[in-house]
């Protein structure tokens, strides 16, 4: 069975104090992890999407890495504006499309 | 660039009344997917459609359907509402290409109420 772990559960952190997110995945095959920002009440925003490991994509000040085991969502300098829960999930290889989700990552980014 | 539409944003029903939600996708993706969720929990998969055809079926009620239309809108039907009903209901859309994950692009939600 897939599994998605993303730590930590929350996290506050003050204005431009840099940190990263993990989300530890177990799966049959990757055929991708996507990171989305969600805001409350409101739709996932996609980020990224890697597809295998040593993958890295940046945005903003945002970067996300991939390894065999996990992926990290690193924020730079973050501003409140960053605040949101970010989520973490897989897309098994395979005849089925259905992702896997993580429960989250709440960042509250303090000015 | 265009997103994918939800309609309505916001809907109040009884307890054992019908809602319909509907679902447009961003142009030219053949896929859609249609999430539930609940306050404090990741999206919980309920169907989806690839070209019309149901392509996956997770969590999804039997007081629920759903179907894709000839321009690949959707409808989620249901049916029989109870208050454990009340959730976000979102719609995602994607390009689906064969053996590469497929990216999947959200809309905004509808919260329905159940009361």
């Known amino acids: 069975e897939d599994q998605v772990t993303q730590s930590p559960e929350a996290l506050r952190l003050q204005e431009g104090e840099s940190s990263s997110l993990n989300c530890s995945y177990t799966?049959?095959?990757?055929?991708?992890l996507f990171w989305y920002r969600q805001d409350p009440g409101k739709g996932p925003e996609f980020l990224f999407t890697?597809?295998?490991a040593g993958e890295e994509k940046e945005k903003e000040r945002l970067k996300a890495t991939l390894t065999k085991k996990e992926s990290f969502l690193h924020i730079t300098a973050p501003k409140p504006e960053d605040s949101a829960t970010y989520l973490c999930?897989?897309?098994?290889?395979?005849?089925?499309?259905?992702?896997?989700f993580g429960r989250g990552t709440s960042l509250i980014v303090h000015p | 660039a265009a997103g994918v539409i939800q309609s309505p944003r916001h809907l109040i029903k009884e307890k054992r009344e019908t809602a319909t939600l509907k679902c447009y996708p961003i142009?030219?993706?053949?896929?859609v997917y249609w999430y539930q969720q609940g306050p404090g929990q990741d999206p919980q998969f309920l169907i989806s459609?690839?070209?019309?055809?149901?392509?996956d079926k997770g969590s999804i009620p039997d007081r629920f359907s759903a179907q894709q239309f000839s321009d690949y809108h959707s409808e989620l039907n249901m049916s029989s509402l109870e208050l454990g009903d009340s959730a976000l209901y979102f719609c995602?859309?994607?390009?689906?290409?064969?053996?590469?994950?497929?990216?999947?692009?959200f809309g905004p939600g509808t919260r329905l109420t159940v009361l």
């Open positions: 142009p030219r993706h053949d896929t």
């Open positions: 459609f690839y070209e019309k055809m149901q392509s």
């Open positions: 995602a859309s994607s390009l689906r290409a064969g053996g590469i994950a497929d990216t999947q692009y």
């Open positions: 890697l597809y295998s």
């Open positions: 999930a897989v897309q098994a290889a395979g005849g089925s499309y259905i992702p896997t």
């Open positions: 799966v049959s095959g990757l055929r991708g």
